[in-house]
């Protein structure tokens, strides 16, 4: 049973006749009290006269999966399997990071009908969003009280990355066409392999002549090359105690995971194998043997219910994991936060010996660099100092990365998955990759 706002508004209305009959010589105690009585009774007697909440049927129709921040519609079908009309309100339990509005939805259902309500979702967190029941309230006729029920009916929306790096792909799409061979410039080198004949012209480099085929033919038949395909993509993501910190507008994970998907985009369509290992401790997610069009998908789902955990990450076990994964990686992107030496032992500790046996690139996500007011206060001050000694040790554990035969890209969250592409179409175009 609940009571409505008119209740409260009943018994405020019989302060006016309780007045009356006290200047009359009444005893207003009484009176009120009566009152009062009366109001609950009739409440009472309104609640009892309600239909039934509990003979609804409940079906849920939901998206399997939703972009975190995009508006997505649920929907709720209501079957009134009782005799009489329910009408009243009904309130989907979603939890608040859902982003379900908080009015409640009117009800009013004639038995044996059904009544679909559209609940509107805006996520506001990754993950698995689930409401586990409806709450239903019927009115009675007075609308002074009515009854409620809880009706148990499970349902669950997978809120994946928003992947808001993808502007980026076109751009780089571009150029890595340059490479596979859209330009007239194909040289051979390391990193190359045979693409297809063509007639020469003059100015070609005459060692790329191919004899044979220019025996079989009338005119002189030249050979072209493109970067190498087929070349395997390890990236790392470290979901341990530094990627809960917090970068620009998010966590440091959620900017690991934008890099992460860009690379993942630029890779496959190069031709490479992809490979992405989230760890910590243990493995929090994995996706290998995928490749083409089912990559992408596959890597947001995978990602989605991750969260990171207030742990050392066992960078040792990490390594093994990568080693596991392919015999000879020939590049390894590890997204972590290495700007502090003391934290970075166990990771610079482990990383020569990966770095011996692949290409590896250690990306970090970064804050931005402070502006420097003009006339700083006390605050301001020990702002900028901290800000520069954090810089100061960036600067030494990326040192210690190059020693150890690594490369260090750090940058600001929106800058991240770009550089990291770019670095990567660097190395197709050098031969190294």
Not at 126 to 144: A, C, I, T, W
Not at 172 to 192: I, K, M, N
Not at 203 to 212: F, L
Not at 218 to 247: C, K
Request: without cysteine; charged residues 25%; proline residues 6%.
């Amino acid at each position: 049973m609940y009571v409505t706002g008119r209740l409260p508004l009943l018994v405020a209305f019989g302060v006016v006749p309780v007045v009356l009959l006290s200047l009359a010589g009444v005893d207003a105690w009484a009176v009120a009290a009566g009152w009062v009585v009366l109001s609950l009774a009739l409440a009472l007697m309104d609640a009892a006269a309600a239909a039934s909440p509990s003979v609804l049927r409940v079906e849920r129709r939901i998206p399997r999966r939703a972009l975190l921040g995009q508006r997505v519609e649920t929907e709720l079908s209501l079957l009134n399997s009782g005799r009489r009309v329910i009408r009243g309100r009904v309130r989907d339990a979603w939890q608040p990071t859902a982003g379900a509005p908080l009015a409640r939805l009117a009800l009013d259902i004639p038995p044996g009908e059904r009544r679909r309500l559209v609940v509107p979702l805006l996520p506001r967190r990754r993950g698995e969003l689930r409401s586990e029941f409806v709450v239903v309230r019927s009115d009675g006729p007075l609308r002074l009280a009515g009854r409620q029920a809880r009706l148990d009916e499970a349902g669950a929306l997978r809120v994946l990355p928003p992947f808001t790096a993808r502007r980026h792909l076109p751009s780089r799409l571009a150029r890595l066409r340059e490479l596979d061979g859209s330009t007239s410039v194909q040289v051979r080198g390391q990193g190359t392999e045979f693409d297809s004949l063509r007639e020469y012209v003059r100015g070609d480099d005459v060692r790329s002549i191919d004899w044979r085929a220019t025996a079989r033919s009338s005119t002189t038949m030249l050979r072209t090359w493109r970067p190498e395909r087929d070349r395997h993509v390890v990236i790392v993501v470290d979901t341990g105690r530094t990627a809960a910190a917090r970068v620009g507008d998010g966590v440091r994970l959620d900017a690991a995971m934008e890099a992460a998907l860009l690379l993942a985009a630029l890779a496959n369509r190069a031709g490479d194998h992809t490979h992405l290992l989230m760890f910590d401790r243990i493995i929090r997610a994995r996706v290998t043997r995928v490749d083409g069009p089912a990559l992408l998908p596959a890597l947001v789902d995978a990602m989605a219910p991750v969260e990171p955990q207030l742990i050392d990450t066992d960078w040792d076990a990490a390594f093994a994991q990568v080693r596991a994964l392919t015999s000879r990686p020939s590049l390894v992107v590890l997204l972590t936060a290495q700007d502090a030496a003391e934290a970075a032992r166990g990771f610079l500790g482990s990383l020569p010996a990966l770095a011996h046996r692949a290409h590896v690139l250690v990306g970090t996500a970064t804050d931005e660099p402070l502006a420097v007011a003009p006339r700083p206060d006390a605050a301001e001050v020990y702002r900028e100092a901290a800000a520069a000694r954090t810089e100061r040790d960036a600067a030494a554990v990326a040192g210690a990365i190059a020693r150890a035969g690594a490369e260090a890209i750090a940058a600001s969250p929106d800058d991240l998955p770009p550089r990291i592409a770019d670095r990567y179409l660097a190395l197709k175009a050098a031969g190294r990759l």
